[in-house]
T-cell receptor, first 115, second 115 residues
């Protein structure tokens, strides 16, 4: 079985400062890792993914994530936070089930960017 | 707009009742996933269909059932509703059923309130 942990329920950061939202995972075999964002009263939107290759992955809205195999982590980062980045962020890992890959999601981290 | 359509957006009903949630996937997507999002459980995978057939099953209660029709839309049926079934139900789609490493495209969800 695979799992994802997002150790922080909430992250607070000032606008213009760098942000990090943490994610660790546990999976058998090679991980396929994803970040999604959920704005209030909306569905989840895909931000970026790691399948293979470079450990630093760049995605939408200036976000990036670093895959660290030895630490089984996939932290989401942004060099300069915007108030509009305030949302709920989900990390996800894919696993094999019934012949298909079923993403398992973390519990989410609420990012609050203060003006 | 992800291209995934869910109806109804909001639904209020009483305990013991039955409801049906509907999902139309993105054009061309063969896979449909159903997730339940609640405050205490996070985002839980319920079930996946691929081209009309059940492909994977998660934490779906026996009181819940789903199907995918020939036109690829899907319905999630929830019966004998309990207060604890109150949640946001998401549908997601993607093109691939097997060995998928791609992201999911989520609808905006159906918010179910059981009174």
């Amino acid at each position: 079985a695979q799992s994802v942990a997002q150790p922080e329920d909430q992250v607070n950061v000032a606008e213009g400062n760098p942000l990090t939202v943490k994610c660790t995972y546990s999976v058998s075999g090679n991980p396929y890792l994803f970040w999604y964002v959920q704005y209030p009263n909306r569905g989840l939107q895909f931000l970026l993914k790691y399948i293979t290759g470079d450990n630093l992955v760049k995605g939408s809205y200036g976000f990036e994530a670093e895959f660290n195999k030895s630490q089984t982590s996939f932290h989401l980062k942004k060099p300069s936070a915007l108030v509009s980045d305030s949302a709920l962020y989900f990390c996800a890992v894919n696993s094999l089930g019934g012949g298909s890959y079923i993403p398992t999601f973390g519990r989410g981290t609420s990012l609050i960017v203060h003006p | 707009d992800s291209g995934v359509t869910q109806t109804p957006k909001h639904l209020i009903t009483a305990t013991g009742q039955r409801v049906t949630l509907r999902c139309s996937p993105r054009s061309g997507d063969l896979s449909v996933y159903w997730y339940q999002q609640s405050l205490d459980q996070g985002l839980q995978f319920l079930i996946q269909y691929y081209n009309g057939e059940e492909r994977a099953k998660g934490n779906i209660l026996e009181r819940f059932s789903a199907q995918q029709f020939p036109d690829l839309h899907s319905e999630l049926n929830l019966s004998s509703l309990e207060l604890g079934d109150s949640a946001l139900y998401f549908c997601a789609s993607n093109p691939v059923g097997t060995g998928n490493t791609g992201e999911l495209f989520f609808g905006e969800g159906s918010r179910l309130t059981v009174l």
